[in-house]
């Protein structure tokens, strides 16, 4: 099994560039099979996540052809296999982004359980809700879900009672092609579904209001296809902000778009992160002195939940007390009795806060990755630490962040893959 060892204490410098953001390209790409016409997708992030998606796809029948580094030309079949994979669709729960495009044009779609990491086994019902307002039939069995429109998906009322971003975006995905209108309310308002929904709209869609709570979809019978750019991916951007200032160390993290970051900037420089925001770059220049905060994650534009165990390893090195509350997900604190161990001073009140006093002097130990954000939390405490740290199980890290090793090794990360 890989690991990553790291010398900690040391600061980094230079620039590192974001990738094109997994949470577009995992719903770009299935978009493929809304058309006949190929789909060409650049700025693809070459993660794990992505290679098990593009492995489900080619299990359809699509031709996927790697024309060069993050250039993807994916070709739809005729007709695809609409009985997706058991053996793979348990390994990302964002395979469920193929039953919009699947079940609008070939009207059954079979989806084994989907899985994932330990928070990638969440509740799809917000989905099912969603396909059941534009018409499908939904059955549910030991092993898999069928989703069933023998007479085409129509247009309905989709009222989502949780804000769900993939739910939001396979809504959009189905409602496309079907017959109608489509109103979706309580949508999801992040950066990934406004650019999906750009994108459709370039190949024919007619989708307005994306971006906002309430999306209006007129379905139309063919779309066309072409190319895509996957846009930055606002996670790793902040990822590795939050990683420069929790190192007290100058980095300019480059092609990224800063105002998809507006609430996670505002905050980090209330602590007292010293900044240049520059129009597709953001440097850090010192983080000295840092004050506490209480930081509450929320729906985009919020602070977003991919980045709080980032964001609790910067807070370790407040002066003072800082909350942190969980609002989307349980089982997002794993990465706590790790940092613990070494030598942080968090309590977990109840399964969605804690508490992190601070400052304090980490130290370097054995640590194990229990998803892709609490993984780069540990990457990062491991930079901050005293001494020597192993971190296990990186199959995690490497599901979300491309190269990281080499690419910190250039910022001057003392990291390697062994
Ligand atoms: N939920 C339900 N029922 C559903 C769907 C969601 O109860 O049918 C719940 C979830 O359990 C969660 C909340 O609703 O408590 C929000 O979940 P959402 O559906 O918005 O999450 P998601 O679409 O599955 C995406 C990202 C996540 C990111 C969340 C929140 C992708 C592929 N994944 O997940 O990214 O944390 O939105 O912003 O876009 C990651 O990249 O590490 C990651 C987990």
Do not use: W
């Amino acid at each position: 099994m890989e690991k990553f060892i790291i010398q900690g204490n040391n600061k980094l410098k230079g620039e590192i560039k974001v990738n094109g953001a997994k949470n577009f390209a995992l719903k770009i790409l299935p978009a493929a099979f809304l058309s006949d016409q190929p789909l060409t997708v650049t700025n693809v992030p070459e993660i794990e996540d992505i290679k098990r998606l593009l492995e489900i796809i080619e299990d359809c029948g699509a031709k996927v052809e790697r024309l060069s580094k993050g250039k993807y030309k994916i070709t739809p079949p005729k007709r695809p296999k609409t009985d997706l994979s058991k053996d793979l669709v348990p390994q990302l729960r964002a395979s469920i982004l193929l039953v919009g495009p699947l079940l609008a044009r070939y009207k059954k779609v079979d989806l084994p359980h989907p899985g994932g990491c330990i928070i990638g086994k969440r509740p799809i019902d917000q989905f099912i809700k969603a396909f059941e307002s534009l018409g499908a039939k939904v059955r549910c069995t030991k092993t898999k879900y069928i989703f069933e429109a023998p007479q085409g998906l129509t247009g309905g009322e989709i009222i989502f009672s949780k804000i769900s971003v993939t739910g939001t975006e396979s809504a959009i995905l189905a409602a496309s092609l079907a017959k109608g209108t489509t109103t979706i309310t309580n949508a999801a308002c992040e950066p990934e579904v406004l650019a999906l929904a750009e994108y459709l709209n370039t190949q024919g869609a007619k989708i307005k209001g994306a971006g906002t709570p309430t999306i209006e979809i007129t379905g139309v019978k063919k779309l066309k296809a072409g190319k895509c750019k996957v846009i930055p991916d606002r996670i790793e951007a902040g990822s590795f902000i939050l990683m420069a200032a929790a190192t007290d160390s100058k980095v300019k993290v480059s092609n990224c778009n800063p105002d998809h970051l507006t609430v996670p900037l505002k905050i980090i420089q209330d602590m007292g992160v010293k900044l240049e925001v520059g129009k597709n770059y953001v440097e850090v220049l010192s983080a000295k002195n840092l004050k506490p905060d209480n930081i509450a994650t929320h729906e985009y534009p919020g602070f977003p939940t991919d980045l709080q165990a980032p964001m609790a390893v910067l807070l370790t090195q407040a002066q003072g007390t800082s909350e942190v509350h969980e609002t989307i997900f349980e089982n997002r604190f794993m990465y706590v009795d790790m940092l613990n161990r070494m030598g942080a001073d968090i309590k977990i009140d109840n399964p969605r806060e804690i508490t992190i006093n601070g400052p304090v002097e980490l130290k370097g130990k054995e640590l194990e990755s229990p998803d892709i954000r609490a993984g780069i939390a540990l990457v990062i405490a491991a930079l901050m630490a005293k001494g020597e740290s192993e971190i296990n199980n990186i199959y995690q890290i490497d599901r979300g962040y491309e190269n990281i090793a080499q690419r910190l090794q250039k910022i001057g990360a003392k990291i390697k893959r062994v």
